[in-house]
């Protein structure tokens, strides 16, 4: 296994991802042919994540806990529809 340096380790970017969304996006990207497929996509998606709950704070304070609590029923609708699938196979 060859020894990376710390700014790119798996650790980190996933770390600079959650922290600060817009540079880990950048890093992600520029690092993209050292990362794995996996390790790609995670960090991606974290930085997805995280960025959009970021972006929701400059929203009128109505709009981003409409979007936030809309987005986290259409997640448990989700789980309970695949849920309720499974039992009745």
């Known amino acids: 296994m060859n020894k990376q340096p710390w ?3 798996e650790k980190f970017l ?8 817009p540079i880990g996006y950048v890093a992600v ?3 993209k042919k050292n990362l794995s497929r ?6 991606l998606t ?3 994540i995280i960025m ?3 972006l929701l704070k400059f929203l009128p304070h109505q709009w981003g806990t409409i979007i936030l609590l809309t987005g ?5 609708y989700q789980r309970i529809v ?5 039992q009745h196979r």
């Open 46 to 48: 974290v930085a997805t």
């Open 7 to 9: 700014h790119r380790s």
């Open 29 to 31: 990207v520029m690092n």
């Open 82 to 86: 695949k849920k309720f699938k499974k």
């Open 52 to 54: 959009s709950i970021w």
């Open 14 to 21: 996933l770390l600079l991802c959650f922290f600060a969304s």
């Open 72 to 76: 986290a029923g259409i997640y448990w």
């Open 38 to 43: 996996e390790q790609w996509l995670s960090n």
